[in-house]
């Protein structure tokens, strides 16, 4: 056996002594009153302990928790833990589509959402957040802190949109650059699927940076007008309003590199479930390794010990002079 803090013990010992020392050496009131005798005769009737063995106890309390308070261990030596877990990407769309209306209050907010349920679902795993639209860009490094993470999603507004055509092709290459050195390449997509056009040759990119793609699509398939910076409808050369819909195609995509996609809706069912597709697939990924002493914590012994012994010492103090009063009312005379 050992103590964590041994410190503490060898400091609070000394006090200890003095203060055994000043209590036993120093009468109480009464003593220095009364004879020896006449309060022998006074206690006589007391159901207390004697005032020796009461002072025992207290003192043996004390010092039991002197020790609790010291921590007392047995050590086992050091102990390797394996850690093991997920490091994923996950992606935001912010093009224009996004500000479109047939999700509440608009695609982009309803994406930060579910980006956030999804980083809930996915406790002590490395994710990692870009955003992309014609570019793509890094929001934050890869991190366990999901709290962290959720206020920088938090903080992506329709400042960040932008009105140009999404590129997938530049968020896998910068994708794969991020990824790159992982034991496995996982990207997680929250769009609403793009256009056909957008989506050519995404496949062959995700095939030759080896990464798995799984998506969150984010919209209807009956759509929504795309609205402008002060929220009006865009319209198209014709003159026709400019409708987006749900696009699908990425979700097949997704597939064939062998991740799965979901349409989101409105609960956590969809993106939970999705997250435990993902943990069931690669939760044999290794972390790393970390350290630990391994201890048996023993304070709790003494501290019991020393809670019981108070208990005993303070239930036998002498309750307010009642055995001198019993006393005295027998001796009184008639």
Do not use: C
């Amino acid at each position: 056996m050992e103590f964590v803090y041994p410190q503490f013990f060898w400091v609070m010992i000394v006090p200890f002594a003095v203060f055994v020392f000043l209590v036993t050496t120093n009468k109480d009131k009464v003593a220095r009153i009364f004879d020896e005798k006449v309060l022998e005769r006074l206690r006589a009737d007391s159901e207390t302990l004697p005032n020796s063995l009461r002072n025992l106890v207290l003192f043996a309390a004390v010092f039991l928790m002197i020790v609790a308070l010291a921590r007392p261990v047995i050590d086992r030596g050091e102990k390797v833990v394996h850690l093991q877990g997920i490091t994923l990407l996950t992606a935001l769309d912010i093009s224009g589509s996004m500000r479109s209306k047939d999700r509440y209050p608009n695609r982009l907010e309803f994406a930060k959402s579910k980006l956030k349920q999804f980083l809930d679902a996915l406790p002590g795993d490395k994710v990692g957040v870009m955003a992309f639209a014609h570019n793509a860009f890094v929001l934050a490094p890869f991190t366990s802190d999901a709290a962290t993470l959720k206020q920088i999603v938090d903080g992506v507004n329709e400042e960040y949109i932008n009105m140009a055509s999404t590129d997938f092709l530049a968020l896998a290459e910068e994708a794969g650059r991020l990824l790159r050195g992982k034991k496995e390449k996982i990207l997680v997509v929250f769009t609403d699927g793009g256009d056909p056009e957008s989506l050519k040759g995404l496949q062959e990119a995700l095939k030759q940076e080896g990464i798995t793609l799984y998506a969150v699509l984010i919209g209807t398939k009956k759509g929504a007008p795309v609205l402008d910076r002060r929220g009006r409808p865009l319209k198209k050369r014709d003159g026709t309003i400019a409708i987006t819909q749900l696009n699908e195609v990425l979700g097949t995509i997704a597939r064939q590199s062998g991740g799965d996609y979901v349409i989101a809706g409105y609960g956590r069912e969809d993106v939970a479930r999705l997250a435990h597709k993902i943990r069931q697939r690669f939760a044999g990924e290794k972390q790393g390794t970390i350290r630990v002493r391994e201890r048996v914590e023993l304070f709790v012994y003494p501290l019991a010990g020393a809670v019981l012994l108070l208990l005993m010492g303070l239930s036998s103090m002498p309750r307010s002079g009642e055995g001198f009063r019993r006393r005295f009312r027998k001796e009184k005379p008639a």
